[in-house]
């Protein structure tokens, strides 16, 4: 005897089945198991969900930050890789573009003549590795983006009461969201692969969405030749003004 199955039934049949395909993306099938697959972190609350995500950057060798900052009232745009003996990577401003590079204490700066204004050495300047001398008042202000446990310190941080959100996706990795203040206080996106490295975060107020990226991933970090280097001994050009120049954005660039 051959079974029937009326055309209504089959397309109510394939709806369903579109329908549960689609959920599954946001890791809540039909009858499936959403943490199946996972480190499991998804079943914890949303303040053991921080903690571990906290911990395990706290333990990494390194990582790549990519994204927006909003501090001290600028806006910047930065794209670094950072470990615990300094960084590389390009910082982007309203006003200037520049890169910088850090091998242990030594600090290096890189930006076109413009970025030193009307510096009588500012012709020299462009295109060149800069040493900038720990002395210098600028010093503090650039070491703090090729700062890891700085950087991390500042970024990582969620203001208000902590609920876990939705399951989600950064890039191909599945993740968790545990999000501050009914998201005011900021959102944090943690991996449900793997170690559960923070993956995003959404500052509150607006003030920034940097993701998080190739934890652990070795990286070259390597002083510049030194035909690309200009050395100033103890103090950076100044400006015919006579002021040094800097960024102006303080020490801790992802702080408030």
Same mark, same amino acid.
């Given at each position: +005897?051959?079974? /029937? ?21 946001? !890791? ?11 480190? !499991? ?26 994204? $927006? ?10 794209? +670094? ?5 300094? !960084? ?8 200037? $573009? ?40 600028? /010093? ?5 983006? $090729?700062? +890891? ?17 939705? /399951?989600?996706?950064? !890039? ?28 995003? +975060? ?29 050395? /100033? ?10 002021? $040094? ?12």
């Amino acid at each position: +005897m051959t079974a /029937y199955f009326p055309a209504a039934r089959l397309r109510r049949a394939a709806f369903i089945g579109a329908l549960c395909a689609g959920l599954a993306v946001t !890791g809540t099938g039909c009858g499936d198991d959403p943490d199946e697959g996972t480190n !499991g972190i998804g079943k914890l609350s949303a303040d053991k969900i921080e903690a571990k995500a906290k911990a395990a950057a706290t333990e990494a060798d390194s990582v790549h930050l990519s994204g $927006t900052l909003v501090s001290g009232g600028k806006s910047f745009t930065l794209d +670094m890789r950072l470990k615990s003996d300094g !960084g590389s990577g390009e910082v982007k401003s309203q006003d200037d $573009t520049f890169q910088l590079l850090r091998v242990g204490e030594q600090l290096y700066l890189k930006a076109s003549a413009a970025f030193w204004g009307q510096s009588d050495s500012a012709g020299k300047l462009g295109d060149k590795y800069v040493k900038v001398p720990e002395g210098d008042p600028s /010093y503090k202000q650039f070491r703090g983006f $090729t700062d +890891m446990d700085v950087l991390l310190d500042g970024l990582l941080g969620l203001e208000g009461r902590l609920a876990k959100g939705s /399951y989600t996706k950064v !890039g191909h990795t599945r993740a968790v969201q545990v999000t501050a203040d009914a998201g005011k206080g900021g959102k944090l996106s943690v991996s449900l692969e793997g170690t559960p490295y923070p993956l995003l +975060m959404e500052r509150a107020g607006g003030a920034g969405r940097v993701e998080l990226a190739e934890w652990g991933k070795a990286f070259p970090l390597d002083p510049p030749a030194q035909d690309q280097t200009v050395d /100033y001994g103890s103090q950076l050009p100044t400006t015919k003004e006579g002021e $040094t120049k800097g960024s102006g954005q303080g020490s801790n660039p992802a702080g408030p």
